[in-house]
């Protein structure tokens, strides 16, 4: 099959849907995005790429950090304890629901969720000196490209805004669910969130998931190969906040999405693929990029049921 005529196909059929969502704007720096970006990258096992439209430029990838968080916590961290404190179940909810929070006593439902993440982070702290920089440091690693950095302006408006997050740490830390200073933890998860990295760089960051914990860029394993499945199974459960369903309905892949209009899906054993079109639905998932990764599981009988 000829996958880059197959992405133009969906880059053509995926824009008639811009125009259907609403670019994020609860995040000041977010908003001023072009609503008309469409980007898509595809990561092979074996290393062949292909790529349409925007999907050399750089955005702001939010929620699909906590992919990277949770990966590197799953090697560093103590794994009885961070399950412990974070739970492994779909939230059902907004992915920064704090009703949800109260009722299970400060323990996050899932590490992708805005909650789960801030445990996360907060387990790297404790265990890492320079836990920001580290975090950097592995998603340079992992796309093999040390260009990627922060985005300053996207940390700062989180911060600023960043009220409910705050009343999320702050809830979590009143329960003894966190270990370290609100402002050294909700610091690192703002930085978190705002890396920038194109459709390409993910695909390729994202291949030890389609490869039993494999990086072939760093040529080594990142993971375990039961880690690498164990955080596949967490994405197709937990990876588009409260409309996880929808999407395993319509797609048939695990995926992680962010509030910046990124979704990167995995193909296990085959191949990554990152699309990137900034208006999201009403769930905070893109709608475009929903849309292209429908179409691509159609198009090319992918899908792992
Ligand atoms: N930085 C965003 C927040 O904390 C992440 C949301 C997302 O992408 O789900 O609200």
């Not at 196909?9 to 849907?17: F, G, L």
């Not at 629901?97 to 404790?126: C, M, T």
């Not at 592995?138 to 950095?149: C, M, P, T, W």
């Not at 695990?254 to 193909?267: E, L, Q, R, W």
Request: hydrophobic share 45%; charged share 20%.
């Amino acid at each position: 099959m000829n996958l880059s005529s197959v992405l133009e196909e969906i880059e053509s059929d995926a824009r008639q849907y811009i125009g259907r969502g609403m670019v994020a704007d609860y995040i000041p720096a977010l908003a001023r995005v072009p609503a008309d970006k469409f980007g898509m990258a595809v990561h092979t096992a074996k290393g062949q790429t292909f790529n349409v439209g925007d999907s050399a430029e750089a955005f702001s990838i939010q929620s699909i950090s906590k992919v990277f968080s949770l990966m590197l916590a799953m090697r560093i961290a103590d794994d009885e304890r961070l399950w412990n404190r974070v739970g492994r179940e779909p939230s059902g909810n907004a992915f920064n629901s704090l009703v949800q929070l109260e009722h299970e006593k400060g323990i996050p439902r899932n590490p992708f969720i805005n909650a789960g993440a801030i445990v996360v982070i907060d387990a790297l702290i404790s265990v890492l000196d320079e836990a920001k920089d580290c975090f950097l440091d592995y998603a340079r690693r992992l796309s093999g490209d040390s260009s990627i950095g922060f985005d300053e302006d996207v940390a700062r408006s989180e911060y600023e805004h960043g009220y409910i997050n705050f009343a999320l740490a702050n809830f979590m830390k009143a329960h003894d669910n966190i270990e370290n200073s609100l402002d050294l933890v909700l610091d690192a998860y703002f930085h978190h969130c705002s890396l920038a990295m194109s459709c390409e760089q993910l695909a390729r960051a994202f291949l030890p998931l389609a490869n039993d914990g494999f990086s072939p860029v760093i040529a080594d394993s990142v993971l375990t190969d039961r880690q690498s499945r164990q955080i596949n199974s967490l994405m197709l459960t937990c990876g588009l906040y409260d409309a996880v369903g929808r999407f395993a309905y319509r797609v048939g892949l695990p995926a992680k999405s962010g509030v910046g209009g990124g979704i990167v899906a995995i193909v296990p054993n085959e191949m990554t693929i990152a699309v990137w079109a900034p208006e999201l639905d009403e769930n905070g998932n893109s709608v475009v990029g929903t849309r292209a990764l429908e179409l691509f599981a159609q198009i090319t009988g992918r899908s792992i049921f």
